[in-house]
Structures are given as structure tokens and as C-alpha cells.
């Protein structure tokens, strides 16, 4: 068991560093790396915009993508094959987007939007077939709700590690490969920089899906037995039909949309506000750590207090942060133990989150009839997807109504722009916070408890329904 968990835990680390390099870094290489000089602002939202309509457009798909995952039977088991595809498509991609496309982001930006879109969507699709695949194992791999708290926390793990890894090493990274590749000195970014990075982050994405791959294994129970084939267009009404899956799915896209798009802009605002960029590259080190702490406490905080309290408990510890980020100004220790008080809870309300969908998958068959693990569970990424889209366009807006781009300098900034990135940074992600804090309270009644009794009564009325059939065919 300890192989699997170690192995999971390895393939979630691969996977939000690509996640976070793709949602986090993505709007900074562009709007600071591919394009600069005259036009560099509306060239850039017209890349952000490309991003943020193929994305919605594409979420769509993802309830397909799950109800393929579902109705695959393969000798590997149904997520395997397409982790491992997902996995290599889109880190190529990741690379490719990172780079300026054979030159034609300089030569023909005509022919350089086009390809971009088409690599884009290549890219995005195959991620989502990674990303479900990889999050859907978890009710295959156990369905006690114990033994899927301990396959959740060690992913979280290492998903925080991968994640806040890759605020370590961003700067450096660019840094360096910009002065190997491209000569740049004085700490200088360059597009070799970003695509050196870029390289560096697909890897590790693919070896962490090989990590998963070879190293877990789903287990096989009645209740996983009984699963019917889901038919493409029953797969909204899948989701539709489980009340508790979407008041959850709500709670939760406003609480990722208020995290990526705050965390998103804090490199803005080490670089533009206080004037050091490379004084963010501590963050990574600070939450990192804490996700180190943060993250085993799940399962005796849960047990303690239950989900419905960590997630509820955690926002109002974060709305905290969000008032110390807001007294802190250009003062960097005060930045950093505000970040600390924002992130240490995140890990453990994604978790509260993540554990709660999973057991929606057993809510739902017993409520349906039907089983649908992967069409299930595919409403996380998609909310992912859809918090990383919208954040994306806000982090553009925000960087260029406030003034903060190409080499402006925290000088250039004036207090009207200032108070715009404040609002996009702190302001609305608060709002937006409360909010999810207010639906998980009163909307999602999923609880442990509750999950427990479902899984007593599908186990009592399946084996029924055994007996009966096995009656019925001695007679």
C-alpha cells in the first residue's frame, strides 16, 4: 500500500506543477517575455482571450471526456491508458506554448494565432483526459472513506509540493536558462528563459503519470461492479441529477477562482508594488513548508472537526490573510506571513472539497441506480479548468489596466491603477470567498456520516440483488 501511496502521491506532484505553470505563468511569459514594445497589450489579450474562450468552450467536453474514461476497459484498467497518453501530449504542448512557435510569433502573427489555437486545443484536451483520469482513480482505489482520506492526503501532498515547487524555482529557472541560452545578465528574462522552463516542468508532469502509472493499482469491490456503460448524453444528467455534486461544484469553483487569481498576481505584485521580483521565489519556500504541515493534518483535523468545518474554518482563515495582505503595503515580511496565513488552510479545503466529490460518486449511485466514477469526478478539473480560464483573463486585465507590464517599473504605476490591482488581487477574491463559505455551510449535507450509511445500504441492497439472481438461476 505504501508503494501506491507513494506513487500516487509522486504523479499529483508532476501534475500541479504542470497546473500551476499553465494557469499560474503562462499570462507572465506572455504578457512580459513574447510580447514587448508597441502593441505588446493588445497582442497579449488577444492570446489571453484565445485561452479563455477555447477553454470554455472546451469545459463542455469534460462530463464526454469523464463518461470516455468511464466506459473504457482496457487490461490496464480504464485510467491508466489515458493517463499516460494525457500526460505525453500535453507536456509537448506546455512546451510548445511557451515558445514563439518556430518564430512565428515575431513573423507572422496571423499564422502564430493560428497554430497557437490549434496547439492549445490539442494541449487542453488531452490534459483534461490526464486530469480526470488521474483524480477519477480515487474512488477505484479504495472505497472506504478512511483509506480515501489517506490516497487524498498524500496526493494533496504532492500536488503542494509540485505546486509551490514551481514558485521556488520559476525565477531561478528563467533566470538561468535566459543567460544560458539567450546571454541575458542582471537577472534578465528572456523567451529561451520561459521555454527552458517550460521543458523542465513537462518533464517532470510525464515522469510523475509514469510514477502513477506503473505504481498503483484499482481495486475491485461490488459496489465498483456496478456500473452500467454512460451513454454520452446521459453524462449531464449524470451531473445534473446529484444535488449535492453541484451545490459542491458551485462552493467550490468561486473558492478556486478567488485562490488562482490571488495567487496568480502575487509575482505582479512582488515585482510591480514592492519592486523586488525576486523576493517572491521565498513564497514558494514558505508554502511549501507549511503544505508540508499543513497537508498530514488533514486526516486528524477531519476526524476532529469534520470536513464541513475545515472547509468553512479554512476560508474564514484565509479571509484573515486576505486583511493582512491588505495592511502590509510594500513591507515583504509582512507579505510573507500573510501568504502564510492565506495558504496553510488551502490544502486541507481542497481536500474537504476533493474527498466530498469523491463521495458523491457513491451519493449518486444510490440515489441514480448508476455508478459514474470518472463522469463524477470530472467535475473537479472541470471547475479547475474553469477558475484557471477565467483567472487567466483577469490576470491580463488586471496587469494591463494597472500599467504593469513589458518593463514598467512599481514608479510607473499610478494610485488609480494601483487601487485596480488591489480590487483584482484582494477585493473581489474576498468577496467571492465568503460566498463559497456560505453555500458549503448551508447547501452541501454530504457529510462522513452520511456517506458511511449510503455505503451500508448500497453494500446491503447489492448483495441482495446477488442472492436473488443466484436463487433465481439454481431454480
Not at 509551490?164 to 538561468?176: E, F, H, R, S
Given at each position: 500500500?505504501?508503494?501506491?501511496?507513494?506513487?500516487?502521491?509522486?504523479?499529483?506532484?508532476?501534475?500541479?506543477?504542470?497546473?500551476?505553470?499553465?494557469?499560474?505563468?503562462?499570462?507572465?511569459?506572455?504578457?512580459?517575455?513574447?510580447?514587448?514594445?508597441?502593441?505588446?497589450?493588445?497582442?497579449?489579450?488577444?492570446?489571453?482571450?484565445?485561452?479563455?474562450?477555447?477553454?470554455?468552450?472546451?469545459?463542455?467536453?469534460?462530463?464526454m471526456i469523464g463518461g470516455m474514461v468511464d466506459n473504457t476497459d482496457t487490461k490496464m484498467g480504464k485510467f491508466k491508458p489515458w493517463l499516460l497518453a494525457g500526460a505525453i501530449v500535453s507536456s509537448v504542448g506546455l512546451i510548445l506554448m511557451f515558445s514563439s512557435l518556430f518564430g512565428l510569433a515575431d513573423s507572422n502573427r496571423t499564422m502564430y494565432y493560428l497554430l497557437f489555437g490549434i496547439v492549445f486545443v490539442i494541449m487542453d484536451i488531452f490534459y483534461s483526459f490526464k486530469d480526470i483520469s488521474f483524480w477519477s482513480m480515487l474512488p477505484a482505489l479504495s472505497v472506504d472513506t478512511k483509506v480515501?482520506?489517506?490516497?487524498?492526503?498524500?496526493?494533496?501532498?504532492?500536488?503542494?509540493?509540485?505546486?509551490?515547487?514551481?514558485?521556488?524555482?520559476?525565477?531561478?529557472?528563467?533566470?538561468?536558462?535566459?543567460?544560458?541560452?539567450?546571454?541575458?545578465?542582471?537577472?534578465?528574462?528572456?523567451?529561451?528563459?520561459?521555454?527552458?522552463?517550460?521543458?523542465?516542468?513537462?518533464?517532470?508532469?510525464?515522469?510523475?503519470?509514469?510514477?502513477?502509472?506503473?505504481?498503483?493499482?484499482?481495486?475491485?469491490?461490488?459496489?465498483?461492479?456496478?456500473?452500467?456503460?454512460?451513454?454520452?448524453?446521459?453524462?449531464?444528467?449524470?451531473?445534473?441529477?446529484?444535488?449535492?455534486?453541484?451545490?459542491?461544484?458551485?462552493?467550490?469553483?468561486?473558492?478556486?477562482?478567488?485562490?488562482?487569481?490571488?495567487?496568480?498576481?502575487?509575482?505582479?505584485?512582488?515585482?510591480?508594488?514592492?519592486?523586488?521580483?525576486?523576493?517572491?521565489?521565498?513564497?514558494?519556500?514558505?508554502?511549501?513548508?507549511?503544505?508540508?504541515?499543513?497537508?498530514?493534518?488533514?486526516?486528524?483535523?477531519?476526524?476532529?472537526?469534520?470536513?464541513?468545518?475545515?472547509?468553512?474554518?479554512?476560508?474564514?482563515?484565509?479571509?484573515?490573510?486576505?486583511?493582512?495582505?491588505?495592511?502590509?503595503?510594500?513591507?515583504?515580511?509582512?507579505?510573507?506571513?500573510?501568504?502564510?496565513?492565506?495558504?496553510?488552510?488551502?490544502?486541507?479545503?481542497?481536500?474537504?472539497?476533493?474527498?466530498?466529490?469523491?463521495?458523491?460518486?457513491?451519493?449518486?449511485?444510490?440515489?441514480?441506480?448508476?455508478?459514474?466514477?470518472?463522469?463524477?469526478?470530472?467535475?473537479?478539473?472541470?471547475?479547475?479548468?474553469?477558475?484557471?480560464?477565467?483567472?487567466?483573463?483577469?490576470?491580463?486585465?488586471?496587469?494591463?489596466?494597472?500599467?504593469?507590464?513589458?518593463?514598467?517599473?512599481?514608479?510607473?504605476?499610478?494610485?488609480?491603477?494601483?487601487?485596480?490591482?488591489?480590487?483584482?488581487?484582494?477585493?473581489?477574491?474576498?468577496?467571492?470567498?465568503?460566498?463559497?463559505?456560505?453555500?458549503?455551510?448551508?447547501?452541501?449535507?454530504?457529510?462522513?456520516?452520511?456517506?458511511?450509511?449510503?455505503?451500508?445500504?448500497?453494500?446491503?441492497?447489492?448483495?441482495?440483488?446477488?442472492?436473488?439472481?443466484?436463487?433465481?438461476?439454481?431454480?
Amino acid at each position: 500500500m505504501i508503494k501506491q501511496y507513494f506513487s500516487y502521491a509522486l504523479g499529483a506532484f508532476g501534475h500541479d506543477a504542470f497546473y500551476a505553470t499553465l494557469n499560474t505563468y503562462f499570462a507572465m511569459f506572455v504578457t512580459s517575455a513574447l510580447f514587448v514594445g508597441k502593441g505588446a497589450a493588445a497582442e497579449a489579450g488577444i492570446v489571453t482571450t484565445m485561452v479563455v474562450v477555447i477553454r470554455l468552450i472546451e469545459i463542455a467536453f469534460d462530463p464526454m471526456i469523464g463518461g470516455m474514461v468511464d466506459n473504457t476497459d482496457t487490461k490496464m484498467g480504464k485510467f491508466k491508458p489515458w493517463l499516460l497518453a494525457g500526460a505525453i501530449v500535453s507536456s509537448v504542448g506546455l512546451i510548445l506554448m511557451f515558445s514563439s512557435l518556430f518564430g512565428l510569433a515575431d513573423s507572422n502573427r496571423t499564422m502564430y494565432y493560428l497554430l497557437f489555437g490549434i496547439v492549445f486545443v490539442i494541449m487542453d484536451i488531452f490534459y483534461s483526459f490526464k486530469d480526470i483520469s488521474f483524480w477519477s482513480m480515487l474512488p477505484a482505489l479504495s472505497v472506504d472513506t478512511k483509506v480515501r482520506n489517506k490516497f487524498g492526503t498524500v496526493g494533496r501532498f504532492g500536488s503542494t509540493l509540485g505546486s509551490q515547487g514551481v514558485i521556488i524555482v520559476v525565477v531561478p529557472l528563467v533566470t538561468y536558462f535566459s543567460m544560458k541560452f539567450s546571454g541575458a545578465r542582471g537577472g534578465a528574462e528572456t523567451r529561451a528563459g520561459w521555454l527552458g522552463f517550460a521543458i523542465v516542468i513537462g518533464a517532470v508532469s510525464l515522469l510523475g503519470a509514469l510514477a502513477t502509472f506503473f505504481g498503483t493499482k484499482e481495486t475491485k469491490s461490488l459496489i465498483r461492479e456496478n456500473t452500467e456503460k454512460t451513454r454520452f448524453r446521459d453524462v449531464f444528467k449524470v451531473i445534473g441529477e446529484n444535488d449535492q455534486l453541484m451545490w459542491l461544484g458551485l462552493s467550490y469553483l468561486l473558492f478556486a477562482l478567488s485562490y488562482v487569481v490571488t495567487n496568480s498576481l502575487l509575482i505582479y505584485y512582488f515585482q510591480y508594488v514592492i519592486g523586488n521580483g525576486k523576493a517572491y521565489s521565498v513564497i514558494g519556500g514558505v508554502t511549501a513548508l507549511l503544505g508540508v504541515i499543513s497537508v498530514p493534518l488533514f486526516p486528524f483535523i477531519v476526524s476532529k472537526i469534520t470536513r464541513r468545518g475545515v472547509y468553512v474554518g479554512g476560508i474564514c482563515m484565509m479571509l484573515v490573510g486576505y486583511i493582512l495582505f491588505n495592511l502590509a503595503g510594500t513591507n515583504i515580511i509582512m507579505m510573507y506571513i500573510a501568504d502564510a496565513v492565506f495558504f496553510f488552510p488551502y490544502p486541507m479545503i481542497f481536500l474537504a472539497a476533493l474527498m466530498t466529490i469523491t463521495d458523491s460518486v457513491e451519493y449518486g449511485q444510490y440515489k441514480n441506480g448508476t455508478r459514474n466514477e470518472s463522469v463524477t469526478l470530472s467535475v473537479r478539473p472541470l471547475i479547475d479548468k474553469l477558475a484557471g480560464a477565467f483567472s487567466t483573463g483577469i490576470v491580463v486585465i488586471a496587469a494591463v489596466q494597472a500599467g504593469m507590464t513589458g518593463n514598467a517599473k512599481p514608479s510607473d504605476i499610478t494610485a488609480h491603477g494601483m487601487f485596480i490591482f488591489h480590487s483584482f488581487i484582494f477585493y473581489m477574491p474576498m468577496i467571492l470567498l465568503i460566498i463559497s463559505a456560505l453555500i458549503y455551510q448551508f447547501k452541501v449535507t454530504l457529510s462522513e456520516k452520511k456517506h458511511a450509511e449510503i455505503v451500508r445500504e448500497l453494500e446491503k441492497k447489492l448483495e441482495t440483488e446477488e442472492a436473488e439472481e443466484d436463487s433465481q438461476a439454481t431454480k
